[in-house]
Nanobody, 126 residues
Framework: QVQLVESGGGLVQSGGSLRLSCAAS????????MGWYRQAPGKQRELVAK???????NTADSVKGRFTISRDNAKNTVYLQMNSLKPEDTAVYYC????????????????????WGQGTQVTVSS
């Protein structure tokens, strides 16, 4: 019922910036939490940052002060502004939506699971 499509990844030098976007589509009524996770080779997927509909955020200590998450509720889109990138930020970044309510045939349904995008590669060279 919900599709997430990320964009904005790429190759950047250490100290550079990138902005990731994730647009959600489908029969969406609301998405309580949208966020970004990342997974580096050989490591577990980890939370980068997440944001609620009301704008409350939770950001990993490793990126605080460098990454900023924001969302546009009208566009069902979440962004991740990444500044002062480091080689250790290299990973596949995944968009996530949780607490989703969708509608079908005039009825609203809470989704029983979270949704994930396909991932976008971010590579930071030293």
């Amino acid at each position: 019922q919900v599709q997430l499509v990320e964009s904005g990844g790429g190759l950047v030098q250490s100290g550079g910036s990138l902005r990731l976007s994730c647009a959600a589509s489908g029969s969406i009524f609301s998405m309580n939490v949208m966020g970004w996770y990342r997974q580096a080779p050989g490591k577990q997927r980890e939370l980068v940052a997440k944001i609620t509909t009301g704008g409350s955020t939770n950001t990993a200590d490793s990126v605080k002060g460098r990454f900023t998450i924001s969302r546009d509720n009208a566009k069902n889109t979440v962004y991740l502004q990444m500044n002062s990138l480091k080689p250790e930020d290299t990973a596949v970044y995944y968009c996530n939506a949780d607490g989703v309510v969708y509608y079908r045939d005039g009825t609203y349904y809470p989704s029983g699971s979270a949704y994930w995008g396909q991932g976008t590669q971010v590579t930071v060279s030293s």
